[in-house]
Each structure stands twice: as structure tokens, then as C-alpha cells.
């Protein structure tokens, strides 16, 4: 009978996620970073086991719903029957029209998250109704830690987070946030999280080798060597 239930509801959900990514034009597709030619981009989904934490969050909610709903409800036919057989439908609606539409927005919040990773930058999308998009270059970057709670150790996925200074941000979940010029990326549910944790780190090393950070490399041929000095003092003062 589970599997039949659990066929039934991922039919119903392919279904209305297909409607609303034609009526909101949500891109199927990864986003994209600049890149030189011949650089292959990282793109890359929560874990699945996100989506089943995601899952057992949203089932203790609203088993604890329905709880409070249906000893109401027996309370109240209790005490007054032609009421709370009245109220019958308004119950059932109650109870079943929330659990619906929160199921359907964790697969819809998982299913529109993307982080893509290229050799200067992370970038982090996710939502449907408005698509926030983060856009996070390792030159600004000032810290990177993984963190997990209990559960989500049960699970085997922790968070990655990226703190910068300054940096663009399309707003949030999971993009960059803050105020003034401190902002946080947040890769949720992620299962190989210390590796992410260290090839950004990798990539940030090798952005600060590289001096300013620039798009494309500098044409040594026109610049000495003076001068960059005089840049990187620049950018060091503005920080």
C-alpha cells in the first residue's frame, strides 16, 4: 500500500512542478559562471538525504498538527455531536490542505536549489516562486566552516558556510545574506561537505596567489612589476 501511496504522490508532484516551472519560467538548468573557454563547471544538488530530512522535519510538524486538529475536533463532537459533525469537512481541510502544500514546497525547495562552483567563484540558486540567485568570489571570502546538528548527522549531510566581506548577493535561502558588506552563502545538506569545505578553500588560496582576482590574467607585458605592487597595496587598503 506505501509504495502505491508514494507512487501517487510523486505523480502528483512531477505533475504540478512541471505547471510551475512553464507558469513562473523556473530554468531547469543549472546556472552558469563566467569561465575561460574549456573550464568545466562544478553544478551540483543538495544531497538526497537533504530531501529526506527535509521529509521527517515536515512529518513530525504535522503529525503534531493533526494531533492538536483531531483531539479538538473529538473534543468538541464530544460535547456538542451536531457541531463537530458539522465541522467534519472544516477539519479535514484543516488537516490535509497544509500537509499538501508544505509537502510540495520541500520537494520544490530542493528541486530548484543548485550551487555550482567554477575556479574564481561559487554561485548559489534556489526558490520558485521569487529565484534567488548568490553569487560568492573567493577573493572576498574570510572564512569557511561545515555545520551540522544532530539530525542532520543522522543523516550524514552538514551545511557549508561561507562568510565574505562585500561580494553580490541575489538574497536568500540558502544565497548570501547580512548587512553592510558582511554576507553568508549557505550550501545546505550537503553529504561531502569537509570536501567542498576544502576545495573552496583550495580554489580561495589560489585566488589570492593570483593577486587582484581579475576575470583574465594580466597582461604582464603591460604592467610592471611597480605597479602591481601599487595595486595589490590598494586593494589591501580598501579591505
Known amino acids: 500500500m506505501k509504495p502505491n501511496v508514494e507512487r501517487a504522490a510523486n505523480w502528483m508532484y512531477r505533475g504540478i512542478w512541471g505547471v510551475l516551472t512553464k507558469w513562473f519560467h523556473v530554468p ?13 563547471l562544478q553544478a551540483f544538488r543538495p544531497s538526497e538525504n537533504f530531501l529526506r530530512y527535509l521529509r521527517l522535519q515536515f512529518w513530525l510538524v504535522t503529525l503534531g498538527i493533526i494531533g492538536f486538529v483531531v483531539v479538538g475536533w473529538m473534543s ?48 548559489i540558486r534556489s526558490g520558485i516562486w521569487t529565484i534567488s540567485e548568490a553569487t560568492i568570489t573567493f577573493e572576498n571570502i574570510q572564512n569557511v566552516t561545515v555545520s551540522s546538528g544532530p ?26 545574506k547580512g548587512s553592510g558588506n558582511l554576507h553568508r552563502g549557505v ?6 561537505a569537509q570536501e567542498i569545505r576544502q576545495l573552496i578553500l583550495s580554489r580561495l588560496s589560489q585566488s589570492k596567489a593570483t593577486g587582484l582576482g581579475d576575470e583574465h590574467p594580466i597582461n604582464e607585458g603591460g604592467w610592471k612589476s611597480e605597479h602591481l605592487v601599487a595595486l595589490r597595496e590598494i586593494r589591501d587598503a580598501l579591505r
Open 28 to 40: 531547469e538548468q543549472p546556472p552558469t559562471l563566467p569561465a575561460p573557454q574549456g573550464e568545466v
Open 151 to 176: 539530525i542532520e548527522r543522522v543523516f550524514n549531510i552538514a551545511n557549508v558556510v561561507v562568510d565574505t566581506a562585500g561580494g553580490s548577493s541575489g538574497g536568500s535561502p540558502h544565497g548570501a
Open 76 to 123: 468538541l463532537t464530544v460535547a456538542k455531536p451536531r457541531i463537530g459533525i458539522w465541522l467534519t469537512p472544516l477539519a479535514t481541510v484543516i488537516i490535509l490542505l497544509p500537509a499538501t502544500l508544505a509537502y510540495l514546497a520541500i520537494h520544490l525547495r530542493y528541486d530548484s536549489t543548485w550551487y555550482v562552483l567554477s575556479q574564481r567563484s561559487l554561485r
Open 187 to 192: 550550501l545546505a545538506g550537503i553529504a561531502n
